[in-house]
Each structure stands twice: as C-alpha cells, then as structure tokens.
C-alpha cells in the first residue's frame, strides 16, 4: 500500500502512451559561478534550459523539485523553456550530479551472475542491500579522492535509477510508476574496508568522500523503454575491465523497488545502485587495483559515459606551504604558526620575514614532510586588496600597437576575487568574442607603505610569481568608455603561480626569461630586462597614490606577441591550452573553456 504519495505526481511510464515526454534532466553550475541550477538537457545536447528559474522558489536541487512539482507540470516548464529561451550552451555549463543529497542511496550487492561467479559467491535469491551516503556523490567529471587510509581501491560501474514518488510497501505490477529515470554511478569501493575490517559491513568502504560519481544526466525513464537492455562497461586508462549488459541483473527493477519498499518509506529524489557486472580489480589475479592518476570511465549505452580520476587530494582545507629543493617535497607552514592561517597573506599582515624563514627551516627538519604529488596547488596569493597592472610596459609591446611608451606608469586594475590557481581552467565568457593572452611577471607586497621613496622599494617587496593576464579585447578596447577594467576582471582571467619565490632567490628579477605558449606554440619570448618601468619605480609610483598593504600584488606589463595585434589576429579559442612561463619561477598551464 502507497502511503502519503501526491495523487498529481505522475511519473514517465513506459505502459502509458499518454506520457510519451522525453528529458534529460541535470544539475549544473555555469563555469565561474557557484550558482546551483537544475537544468534539461536538449535534443542534439549541445543546448540546454534552465528550470530552476522558472519554477516557484527558483529551486537549485532536483530533489526539491520531485518533492513539490508534478512531471507533467515539470515537462511543460521544460517545453516552454525551450521555445521562449534563453538557450544555454552546454559548453559554458560545469555538471555536477543529476542528483545531491538523497535521503537514501540504496545499493544492490551480488546483482550479476558473473560477478557472483568470479568470486566464488551463491547469486542471492532476494536482493542483498547495502548502502552509501549521499554526501559521497560527485560529480560525472569530479576527481576521485584516494583516501591514505586505504590501499585497495576498486571501481565498480553500476546502473543507477531515481524515485519520483513517495511510496511504501509497492507491489512488483506497480514498480515502475515509481521509477523517474535513470543515470550511471560509479560505486568506488575500499575493498579492505569492505571485506576484512569494521566486522565485514560494506558501508565504511562504500561511503567515503567522492565514492559515488554518478551523471552525466538522469534520463527520463520515457526515454529508456527497456532498462534491461543496455550495455555496461568500465574502462581504466582507456582498458576495457568491465563490459556487459543490464540484462544480467538478477534482481531487476520493480523488484528491487518492491523489496525495499517492505523495510522503509521510498522518497522523492532516492537513488538505487543495481549493482556491478563482473571484471573488478580485486577478483582478478592478481588483482589489478585503481591507482593515483588513473583515469576511470563509466558508460551506460543510451545515458552517456562518467570521466574520473583518481587523485590522492581528499580535503577542501586550504593550507600555505614551502616548497623544498627539488620541488617533490613541501612542509605545511599554516599548522606551524598561531591561528594556523590559511592564507599567506594573512600571514604576512602577522609575520616577519625572519620569523617565516625560521619556521620554515624547522619544519624542513623535524617534518613531516609532503608529496607534492599529493596537493593541489592554489594560486598563491588569494583576494588582495590590490592587483595593480602596469600597461604598456615593454618597448616593442608598444610599437606593435604603434603606442608611444608612457613617460609614466599606466596602471589599471584586476578584482582579486578573478585570481585563480596555476593549473585552473580560464573560463571563455559568453559576452566576449575577443579573448586573448599576456603573460606577466608578478610580485607581492610583503608590509605596508605609503609614499615609498624608489630607493627603498625593494624592501617592500616579498617576492615574485608569474601571471597571466587573461584579457577580452572587445571590452578592453571597444566597450566601457574604453576603461579596461571589465575586459580584464572576468571570472578565472588571472591564473597566477606556482610558486611565490621569496625575493632573495632572485637577485634580478629584471632579467629573466618569460614567454608565452598556446598549444605548444610560442606566442610571446621576451626577457623583464625590456621592462620600460622597473620595480623600484612602479612601486614608488603607485604608493603616491595609495597605502601598499601586505598581499597586494603589481602585474608588471607583458611582452609583445599578444594575439590581438598579429596579422590576422590569433586569438584565444576553446580548448586552447595557455602556458605562462618565466625562469626561475615556473610555469602556469590552464585550458580555456
């Protein structure tokens, strides 16, 4: 018997010939964004339509919207939203998975007879369920941790369906009205958790962060008649290890539904994992393991295909370290100093240089030590209160646009918040037509200052790290009144990094080679000896005008070569990857997209 489901709620049926409505449905955000959408997917998937904003509360979870909105109502917001646009580019879009947060993922072990066989276990003659948290779920793209705690890790691809109805106690005949569509998971499993620790349950295992990537959409089931036909297959760095078909499964859906539904009330937004074919790592001999850097693909036929890698990072927790000799090696700074800052300049507003130094040369000693391998490198200076840009700073950069140099620094500005790290993706805004290149030495502020004579700046100065100032010449050159602000402070338009190398490093920092790459090809080659204004004078120049503050970051000029000023012009599309580059310091490589 149903209890407490809508009567108005009234699922893609694949009996009823009324219903014959097609969507793929999705989660998104549009790239430099953090705004959570819900989105459909078009025929042809290259547009889609957000219906977030065309529903009540503008809702941003799909889960939300199973709860409150009928699939009739759903599919008519989803018509209407396709005729009357706005249209969005799947190419502007990061997806994240169809569904967040359930109150269940439901998992279904032994579901596959092979699977079964190739380890030696009776295919079970009800359902066997296990489960996992739904904060594991990523998304189809989403890097997968490889937590230190483990040291099996296995894939496992599965079919995955969702619940559109509430419902409790549904007989097998009645299963599928309460099914809303379809997706791929990928179940990554700690087999050491799973089978020999924490008394043999799976869930330890099963649950950890990101063990759950599951999209790249939720099919609507009209669109799927048969589930129970589609091919299956896992490939780890392009090596097919597992290959089957869903008409394997032991235990099929209205099943599945009808057996859970005895034990626990079936919400809107639920996610049932029907279990892996066979061919995982563990059961082969010898076992053939998920490694760092592997690169696992989940495809279902007629839904699309999941593309993780597997990455030993497994926290958000932002950290400021020191880059060792020889680069494989780097201590955690921030866990050595009061507050455990997370940010360097936090750091320098607290800290002098000495003291910095010397909790650097102790941690180098006494450790512990980390793999570079093992983080990911953010920009390293976040959210200055200043990104001051020199223009027309090198001779020949002026005379390809037939400028005359500046008797005096020209300076405009970036927001800080349009700093991102050194291997980020640059972000190729919809509203621009004109994205171009400059690669630019950058440095940072080390302590406050106001009206500092030239022959002093050098104290103010901490140390330097490579920039690249990402610019939409449209903006820059054509719009605004000609202000450059809003072509060059777009969201991503300054990846900045490796590394911040301290001052004494680099006894001349004018004189130092810096070029720029796109898809390998040299675009820019210069040296900072062509720099027409130099440190000392840019940094007396600016605090004329205002208080330097620790963080604060000079972009000084780049070279000649911008793609904007070549005959034709060369610039930046999709997919182009940029390397920014200067000796001494290192190299920034970031895709456009």
């Not at 050098?458 to 050159?477: C, I, K, L, N």
Request: proline fraction near 8%.
């Amino acid at each position: 018997m149903e209890q407490g489901s809508r009567s108005d709620f009234s699922p893609p049926n694949v009996r009823s010939s009324s219903l014959q409505r097609k969507m793929r449905l999705l989660q998104y955000t549009v790239k430099g964004s953090n705004l959570r959408k819900v989105g459909a997917l078009l025929k042809g998937g290259e547009k889609l339509v957000d219906v977030s904003s065309r529903l009540p509360g503008t809702p941003s979870f799909l889960k939300t919207i199973l709860e409150t909105v009928s699939f009739p109502q759903l599919k008519d917001t989803v018509d209407r939203a396709s005729q009357e646009g706005p249209l969005v580019s799947a190419s502007e879009v990061q997806l994240l998975a169809p569904i967040s947060l359930p109150d269940k993922v439901i998992c279904i072990g032994l579901n596959y007879l092979a699977h079964c066989q190739e380890q030696n276990a009776r295919p079970p003659r009800v359902p066997v369920i296990c489960s996992k948290w739904g904060s594991c779920i990523v998304g189809p793209y989403d890097e997968i941790c490889y937590p230190s705690i483990t040291e099996q890790l296995d894939y496992e691809v599965e079919l995955a369906f969702v619940i559109g109805r509430q419902g409790k106690s549904i007989k097998e005949s009645d299963a599928m009205e309460y099914v809303l569509g379809y997706t791929v998971a990928q179940d990554v499993s700690a087999r050491d958790w799973q089978m020999k620790k924490n008394a043999r349950q799976w869930l330890l295992g099963k649950s950890m962060d990101t063990f759950c990537p599951m999209g790249p959409v939720l099919v609507t089931q009209d669109e799927i008649p048969d589930p129970h036909n589609l091919g299956i297959r896992c490939r780890v760095n392009g090596i097919v290890k597992q290959d089957s078909n869903t008409n394997n499964l032991i235990h099929r859906i209205p099943a599945l539904v009808a057996f859970a539904s005895k034990f626990f009330t079936l919400l809107p937004g639920d996610v049932f994992i029907t279990g892996t074919p066979p061919g995982v790592g563990i059961f082969k001999q010898p076992p053939e393991l998920l490694k760092k850097g592997d690169i696992v693909e989940s495809e279902i036929d007629e839904i699309g295909c999941l593309r993780n890698k597997y990455m030993v990072k497994g926290s958000n927790l932002r950290k400021v370290g020191a880059l060792l000799k020889g680069g494989e090696k780097l201590v955690d700074v921030s866990s050595r100093l009061p507050g455990t800052p997370s940010f360097l300049k936090t750091i320098l507003e607290t800290v002098s240089f000495p003291q910095l130094k010397d909790d650097v040369d102790r941690a180098s000693q006494e450790g512990p030590l980390l793999s570079a391998s093992e983080v990911q490198l953010l920009a390293p200076i976040s959210l200055p209160d200043k990104v001051i840009c020199i223009g027309l700073n090198y001779l020949d950069h002026c005379q390809e646009q037939n400028a005359p140099p500046p008797k005096e620094p020209v300076i405009f500005s970036k927001w800080g918040s349009c700093i991102v790290g050194p291997y980020d993706e640059i972000y190729y805004p919809s509203i621009t037509e004109q994205l171009d290149y400059e690669v630019e030495l950058a440095f940072v502020i080390g302590r406050q200052g106001k009206s500092i004579k030239e022959s002093e700046a050098m104290e103010y100065v901490f140390g330097y790290t490579v920039a690249q100032d990402v610019s939409a010449r449209d903006w820059q050159m054509k719009k605004n009144a000609r202000q450059w602000l809003l072509g060059k402070c777009m969201d991503t338009f300054c990846p900045m990094g490796p590394v911040l190398v301290t001052q004494d490093e680099i006894p001349d920092p004018h004189n130092l080679g810096i070029r720029c790459r796109v898809n390998g090809i040299v675009k820019q080659d210069s040296n900072t000896n062509n720099l027409i204004h130099r440190i000392p004078a840019l940094v007396a120049f600016a605090s004329k005008f205002f208080t330097l503050l620790p963080g604060d970051v000079f972009i000084t000029g780049t070279p000649p070569g911008v793609g904007i000023f070549k005959q034709p012009p060369e610039l930046l599309k999709k997919g182009d990857i940029v390397e920014s580059e200067i000796d001494e310091i290192g190299c920034l490589r970031n895709k456009v997209v």
